[in-house]
């Protein structure tokens, strides 16, 4: 991690030092080795083949509020479809209006990342589906109580058997995460104005959005943030060259470390991804920044130790809004009927004034 800050430190000084190299190179060929637009069509899941009845389970699933203990949550409370595919807080309300302790992540495109959560402690999305299901700061609830509840409404079962027309247990708590996954992989955002100059249209982009492109690789920022989602494939430590605020980065959450328990890894995150970041302030794991002009600034000091003037941090925070594509369209579904079998809410009793 060391090296790695050296690295990215040296970048960022030898490129604001040749701030006109991409005066005299191909500004789209210089792109297309660093970043890939998102595909049109829906990624495939390695271990979980995403069909038409699959997506319709999970996209009921996304939306279903009784998979909380309370009744209340649903996977769109925090990952909101209508809000960027977080829910716009510095820190998400769980159940009983417990404050969590991390900024919700996007939803979309979160397909394209090698692994899910700050700390990367999910491998992949149906594992991820699992985790705010089960924390007691969260969702509250557990695998028996989840499939209890599924099981009770009759429509859920045979969704279920359509979706997953194998042996064994019809209903399951490993079922509901990789339905809930399937869906989640179609809500990609392709076309934005950045996919559209990376696919040939130079015209997309006007000439300042192209300068904070350049200042983009230039300065170092695409050495954590490149590929298809401009992050989400590494980790590194949040204050390479100077730690920021104890606000930002508060001193009791430790990153990766909690998850490897290796020294080395402390204040290591997963690089944020930033496609359709203009739509998902505040900003960082603590969500305490609500300007990208500012989320700018500091990566900047504390990654890269350049030195931005005001027209380049402008000039790279016009570049990402570039990165917002064409929302999927998204239809509320109408959900199963509960039955006398449903397992009834469970509040958390209110605090005492």
């Known amino acids: 991690m060391k090296k790695a800050g050296i690295l990215l430190a040296s970048l960022s000084v030898f490129a604001l030092t040749h701030s006109a190299a991409y005066a005299e190179s191909d ?9 890939k637009p998102i595909p049109h069509a829906v990624p495939s899941l390695p271990d979980n083949p995403v069909t038409q009845e699959k997506i319709e389970l999970g996209r009921m699933l996304f939306f279903d509020p009784r998979i909380s203990r309370s009744g209340l949550l649903s996977c769109n409370t925090c990952h909101n479809l209508g809000m960027g595919g977080d829910d716009n807080l510095e820190t998400s309300i769980g159940h009983g209006w417990q404050k969590g302790p991390r900024n919700a992540p996007t939803v979309l495109n979160a397909i394209f990342n090698t692994a899910q959560f700050w700390d990367g402690r999910a491998a992949d999305l149906k594992a991820q589906a699992k985790g705010p299901v089960q924390a007691g700061v969260e969702m509250a609830n557990t695998p028996a109580r989840v499939e209890e509840t599924l099981k009770s409404m009759p429509e859920y079962v045979g969704r279920f058997e359509r979706a997953f027309p194998d ?4 209903v399951s708590f490993d079922k509901m995460a990789r339905a809930i996954e399937a869906y989640e992989a179609t809500l990609i955002t392709p076309a934005s104005k950045f996919d559209l100059f990376l696919e040939g249209n130079e015209a997309a982009l006007n000439d300042q959005e192209k300068e904070g492109l350049a200042l983009f690789m230039d ?13 989400g494939e590494g980790y590194y430590p949040f204050g390479v ?6 606000e930002i980065l508060p001193a009791e959450d430790k990153g990766r470390f909690a998850v ?7 204040y290591v995150f997963r690089a944020a991804p930033l496609r359709n970041i203009a739509l998902t302030a505040p900003y960082f794991h603590s969500g ?13 000091a504390s990654q890269l130790g350049a030195e931005l003037s005001n027209d380049q941090v402008e000039a790279i925070t016009a570049f990402l809004h570039t990165l917002t594509g064409e929302r999927p369209d998204v ?9 006398s079998t449903t397992p009834k809410p469970e509040l958390m009793q209110p605090m005492k004034q």
């Open 27 to 35: 500004l789209l060929s210089e792109a297309r080795d660093t970043f």
């Open 167 to 170: 042996n064994g247990e019809a």
């Open 219 to 231: 300065t170092g920022c695409s050495s954590c943030h490149g590929g298809v989602n401009l992050g």
């Open 241 to 246: 060259v100077e730690k920021p605020g104890a």
């Open 260 to 266: 490897t328990k290796t020294a080395d890894e402390e």
């Open 288 to 300: 305490k920044v609500w300007e990208l002009k500012q989320a700018v600034g500091i990566m900047a």
């Open 331 to 339: 239809e509320y579904p109408i959900l199963p009927i509960s039955t």
